[in-house]
């Protein structure tokens, strides 16, 4: 109830059409509506509830007007929709870190849509994904490059070139910078950072080639926003924005081949195994855990609308992180220091 009268209350519909029956309403329509409104509240807050709403309504407008252009502007400007230049049961997409987390679920749900997925990860497929026809595997290491290029050379030969590419596979922990070792670095920015640009440079070249492809990059709100003991992640989730965003514009200005999408998706935490460990621990703190599934829906929903963009999946936190970055500094480091606590715990470890 509390998320649909958030909804409604930022609707610039449902703000405008409440508006529209308070002032310029036929009086047949506004009387019974004040007489209402009268038994609820006093004269002058009835005048504080028409401000607000006209409030309301104008950020609410602002914003759709707002994302409708950035949407405009991650597809090039361009009003042509390309979903006619996809037949889905002739798709092939790889999902890397397809057996477990988001990728198991990207898998499950494309293969539902008809799209073949070809799952790359250490682990074996899960029990309930093995027997189905639409979803092949391969078992590779994504940070051994000469391993990409084996298996990609494989896929091509036995299942054919894939359009659909998402770049999911991704690695966590929990440790301070003075506690990082080199190995534990080398393969968390493996995972999460070099694996995007192995993958691309082996199944890129196709999607050039025949002027359709969809790229997709699993980020974090960690991309925006560092905290003690996620260096490392933090820094590779920062990259991964930076690579989608270089990528985006390599494919328009180097290779002329705009027609080819990209999106970048940005999780808040989400209940897979990447935070099992500080699962409990931010649960105590008051953070809200993701449904995965509610990620798997939103890539799902992106692809098959064959678009751009950048998703902020946050509780609704997403833009005030992404402009975390443009406040001054001083507003960054007050606001920083205001939700900061004592960490010390993690030298004891």
Same mark, same amino acid.
């Given at each position: 109830?509390? /998320?649909?009268?958030?909804?409604?209350?930022?609707?610039?519909?449902?703000?405008?059409?409440?508006?529209?029956?308070?002032?310029?309403?036929?009086?047949?329509?506004?009387?019974?509506?004040?007489?209402?409104?009268?038994?609820?509240?006093?004269?002058?807050?009835?005048?504080?509830?028409?401000?607000?709403?006209?409030?309301?309504?104008?950020?609410?407008?602002?914003?759709?007007?707002?994302?409708?252009?950035?949407?405009?502007?991650?597809?090039?400007?361009?009003?042509?929709?390309?979903?006619?230049?996809?037949?889905?049961?002739?798709?092939?997409?790889?999902?890397?870190?397809?057996?477990?987390?988001?990728?198991?679920?990207?898998?499950?749900?494309?293969?539902?849509?008809?799209?073949?997925?070809?799952?790359?990860?250490?682990?074996?497929?899960?029990?309930?994904?093995?027997?189905?026809?639409?979803?092949?595997?391969?078992?590779?290491?994504?940070?051994?490059?000469?391993?990409?290029?084996?298996?990609?050379?494989?896929?091509?030969?036995?299942?054919?070139?894939?359009?659909?590419?998402?770049?999911?596979?991704?690695?966590?922990?929990?440790?301070?910078?003075?506690?990082?070792?080199?190995?534990?670095?080398?393969?968390?920015?493996?995972?999460?950072?070099?694996?995007?640009?192995?993958?691309?440079?082996?199944?890129?070249?196709?999607?050039?080639?025949?002027?359709?492809?969809?790229?997709?990059?699993?980020?974090?709100?960690?991309?925006?926003?560092?905290?003690?003991?996620?260096?490392?992640?933090?820094?590779?989730?920062?990259?991964?924005?930076?690579?989608?965003?270089?990528?985006?514009?390599?494919?328009?200005?180097?290779?002329?081949?705009?027609?080819?999408?990209?999106?970048?998706?940005?999780?808040?935490?989400?209940?897979?195994?990447?935070?099992?460990?500080?699962?409990?621990?931010?649960?105590?703190?008051?953070?809200?855990?993701?449904?995965?599934?509610?990620?798997?829906?939103?890539?799902?929903?992106?692809?098959?609308?064959?678009? /751009?963009?950048?998703?902020?999946?946050?509780?609704?936190?997403?833009?005030?992180?992404?402009?975390?970055?443009?406040?001054?500094?001083?507003?960054?480091?007050?606001?920083?220091?205001?939700?900061?606590?004592?960490?010390?715990?993690?030298?004891?470890?």
């Amino acid at each position: 109830m509390a /998320s649909i009268l958030k909804r409604a209350s930022f609707s610039p519909v449902v703000t405008g059409a409440a508006l529209l029956v308070l002032l310029k309403g036929p009086e047949n329509i506004q009387r019974p509506v004040y007489d209402y409104l009268h038994q609820l509240l006093k004269p002058h807050n009835i005048e504080r509830l028409i401000t607000t709403l006209k409030w309301l309504f104008a950020y609410g407008l602002i914003k759709n007007v707002n994302e409708a252009i950035n949407q405009l502007a991650r597809n090039n400007f361009s009003l042509r929709s390309s979903k006619a230049d996809w037949d889905w049961n002739n798709e092939i997409a790889i999902v890397t870190g397809g057996s477990s987390g988001f990728g198991a679920l990207f898998s499950k749900d494309l293969s539902q849509k008809g799209i073949h997925v070809v799952a790359i990860d250490v682990n074996p497929l899960p029990s309930h994904l093995e027997n189905n026809p639409k979803i092949s595997f391969f078992k590779c290491d994504v940070t051994d490059v000469e391993a990409v290029n084996t298996v990609a050379a494989e896929i091509k030969s036995k299942i054919g070139h894939p359009s659909i590419l998402i770049n999911n596979a991704g690695i966590g922990g929990q440790r301070p910078i003075l506690q990082t070792k080199p190995e534990q670095l080398k393969k968390l920015m493996g995972v999460n950072l070099f694996a995007h640009y192995y993958l691309v440079q082996a199944f890129l070249p196709n999607m050039l080639e025949k002027r359709k492809g969809h790229i997709i990059s699993i980020a974090s709100m960690a991309s925006f926003f560092t905290t003690p003991g996620i260096t490392d992640y933090s820094c590779s989730k920062a990259a991964v924005l930076a690579f989608n965003e270089g990528l985006s514009t390599e494919l328009r200005t180097i290779h002329r081949c705009p027609e080819i999408k990209t999106t970048v998706v940005h999780p808040f935490f989400a209940d897979t195994p990447i935070i099992a460990a500080g699962k409990a621990e931010l649960q105590k703190a008051g953070a809200k855990i993701l449904d995965p599934q509610d990620i798997s829906d939103a890539v799902v929903d992106q692809i098959l609308n064959a678009r /751009s963009g950048q998703i902020l999946l946050s509780n609704g936190f997403g833009p005030a992180m992404r402009a975390f970055r443009g406040l001054p500094w001083w507003l960054q480091e007050g606001f920083k220091r205001l939700t900061e606590s004592d960490l010390s715990h993690y030298l004891k470890k």
